[in-house]
């Protein structure tokens, strides 16, 4: 199980730019959801952009303390 807060800075980590915002789905801190923008994104494919969030919680996806995780990207207007 992993804090909104621990998700959000390890994204902000890997994307400084991003606005990130995190919802636990179940209660349970483990089913989370993300909404992600940043300009980082721009000419990325929609499937490389959640390479970039997956990237950033690496190490929570491997030790499964985040067991599922739906990705939205989006771009700065």
């Known amino acids: 199980m992993v804090q909104p807060e621990q998700v959000r800075d390890a994204i902000c980590r890997a994307l400084p ?6 919802e636990d789905l179940t ?5 989370l959801q ?9 000419g ?3 499937v490389q952009q959640h390479q970039l969030v997956y990237g950033a919680l690496r ?12 990705v939205q990207t989006s771009i700065p207007a």
Do not use: P
């Not at 730019?17 to 995190?22: C, L, T």
């Not at 209660?27 to 089913?31: L, Q, S």
């Open 59 to 70: 190490n929570e996806l491997a030790t499964e303390a985040i067991h599922a995780l739906a």
């Open 17 to 22: 730019d991003a606005q990130v915002e995190v």
């Open 27 to 31: 209660g349970g801190g483990d089913h």
């Open 34 to 42: 993300v909404r992600v923008l940043s300009a980082a994104f721009k």
């Open 44 to 46: 990325l494919a929609r």
